[in-house]
């Protein structure tokens, strides 16, 4: 059974910063690719960042390009999101999810977290 356990997130003013960990149990983390996803109220959820198994390939969604870092440590099984630049319209629930390619599709991974809650104010 994997497990993936996303920590990090909180209130935080316009233009601040936190960091994102999601920690993966039961699955050899370092031959998946690993996502970010975000659910913000009365919306869908949407793709945020991915990053391969190797962490050579990263994609983004346009809105957080240039702002968000997606990266892992595979010795700790853990994939962290910076984000940085904070705006309100980034208020929403965060996933992280593990799947066996680095795609933009939720449909691709197979074990998603609990999420944690990211909220920016004006």
């Known amino acids: 059974q994997v497990q993936l356990v996303e920590s990090g997130g909180g209130l935080v003013q316009a233009g601040g910063s936190l960091r994102l960990s999601c920690a993966a149990s039961?699955?050899?983390?370092?031959?998946?690719?690993m996502g970010w996803f975000r659910q913000a109220p009365g919306k869908e959820r949407e793709f945020v960042a991915t990053?391969?198994?190797?962490?050579?390939?990263?994609r983004y969604a346009d809105s957080v390009k240039g702002r968000f870092t997606i990266s892992r440590d595979n010795a700790k099984s853990t994939v962290y999101l910076q984000m940085n630049s904070l705006k309100p319209e980034d208020t929403a629930v965060y996933y992280c999810?593990?799947?066996?390619?680095?795609?933009?599709?939720?449909?691709?991974?197979?074990?998603w977290g609990q999420g944690t809650q990211v909220t920016v104010s004006s």
């Open positions: 990053i391969s198994w190797t962490a050579i390939r990263t």
């Open positions: 039961g699955r050899t983390f370092s031959t998946y690719a």
């Open positions: 999810a593990i799947g066996r390619s680095s795609t933009y599709s939720s449909y691709d991974y197979d074990y």
